[in-house]
């Protein structure tokens, strides 16, 4: 009961910033309008434009979003064989979150360790992880990470946070297009009035339509941000909830946040969407206000300051420990009093493997993504081979063993630990 208090307390929170973001657009529209179109219902008619646009983005973002996000971060979809261990900690998410539908599992080819979910609810939804996380995380921390993804979907930020980021692209989209008309004005401003009164009232307001076209998609961002780290607060907060070992989720941020590996598919407009923002390090040291996600080191002490328990309350007073008096959390936090105890690690979530044996794997991993198959051979070694390899016998390099290509399997047995 508390989880949905707690859900429907942030969403009527955050929709003050969500229609702030609105009114930005449609103040936007108007002011380039009026100051375009010289008549009394050219603002109307610049409305109008900022809203259909607004409309027609969010329809594409509401059917199709999903698709063009995992696409953009070449996502491929995935099945259990590939990676057994990643679809039985999804599966206990799934579970613990009493999600009504597994969500589909996808892993992006990258060795930058980072994952993001997607979808428009929780009945249709799915979880992108890249190979580098897949190697680099033991099984608690793994644990975290999707418990924090899942938790996105379950306080329903997926889809919100999807509309929230059509709403910027359609204000930066509709500021970018009128600088650019100015190129191209000149010419035909000439012919529009030739009254002096009228031309010093439309020159003003084509100052002030330029001044409001560089503050919007600023007071946007900031708008957009702000929704965004308080939606990243809170899913740390549930998913230590759901795994009652906060240590995972901070150790996995730690790992996570430390390599400077950028990940190739990443953008401005995806950034908000993963874990950790993906971008290079200088894109993660700009001034908070500007930033995608709350600073990582508070993210970390915030989880390591949780000491007596696991729900929402100890996880607001460990909030405002590190954060002073600050409290992003909604009052509704305050009041779960039901006792969650943390758990001790968990002995098996030790990778015994070594950084050697790692690597191998994250090869063969990405090799997987890329439809390289795999023959076992006798003597223990792995042999890949490319999908277009056309020769009747292949030998293996280690003991010369003849093998039959059309033997080779979609994944080695050794990808990933069960």
Request: net charge positive; aromatic share 8%.
């Amino acid at each position: 009961m508390i989880m949905w208090e707690l859900i429907k307390e942030n969403q009527r929170k955050s929709w003050f910033l969500f229609m702030a973001m609105g009114g930005c657009l449609l103040a936007l529209g108007y002011t380039i309008g009026v100051a375009w179109v010289p008549h009394q219902d050219g603002g109307i008619l610049g409305m109008m434009m900022a809203a259909l646009l607004w409309f027609v983005l969010s329809l594409i973002s509401y059917f199709s979003g999903d698709s063009i996000l995992l696409s953009m971060s070449g996502a491929k979809e995935v099945n259990r064989h590939v990676h057994p261990q990643l679809f039985n900690v999804v599966e206990e998410m799934k579970i613990a979150a009493n999600l009504p539908v597994m969500p589909r599992i996808y892993i992006i080819d990258s060795p930058a360790p980072n994952a993001f979910a997607t979808g428009r609810n929780p009945e249709k939804s799915a979880i992108a992880v890249t190979a580098g996380l897949l190697s680099m995380l033991n099984r608690d921390e793994l644990q975290g990470v999707i418990a924090h993804e899942m938790s996105h979907v379950i306080n329903r930020d997926v889809l919100y946070m999807t509309f929230a980021g059509v709403l910027l692209g359609s204000i930066v989209i509709l500021s970018e297009s009128f600088w650019r008309s100015q190129y191209y004005s000149a010419s035909s401003r000439r012919y529009r009035s030739s009254s002096r009164d009228n031309s010093q009232a439309q020159a003003v307001m084509m100052v002030v339509a330029i001044v409001f076209a560089i503050l919007a998609p600023i007071l946007a961002r900031l708008f957009y941000f702000s929704l965004s780290r308080r939606r990243e607060y809170l899913a740390d907060a549930s998913a230590v909830r759901l795994t009652r070992y906060p240590e995972g989720l901070a150790s996995a941020l730690e790992k996570i946040s430390r390599p400077d590996i950028q990940l190739a598919n990443a953008n401005r407009v995806t950034a908000s969407m993963y874990i950790i923002n993906p971008l290079k390090a200088s894109s993660r040291n700009m001034v908070n206000a500007f930033s995608t996600h709350p600073p990582v080191e508070e993210r970390i002490k915030i989880l390591r300051s949780m000491m007596k328990g696991a729900n929402y309350k100890q996880y607001a007073e460990a909030f405002s420990k590190v954060k002073g008096n600050a409290s992003l959390m909604p009052s509704s936090a305050l009041a779960d009093s039901e006792s969650v105890p943390l758990r001790p690690s968990t002995a098996s979530a030790e990778d015994p493997r070594s950084s050697k044996q790692k690597a191998r794997d994250l090869g063969d991993l990405m090799r997987v993504l890329n439809n390289y198959l795999f023959i076992s051979c006798a003597c223990g070694l792995v042999i890949k081979i490319p999908m277009d390899f056309n020769r009747k016998v292949l030998t293996c390099p280690r003991c010369q063993r003849e093998h039959d290509p059309r033997s080779a399997r979609p994944a080695p047995a050794r990808v990933s630990p069960g």
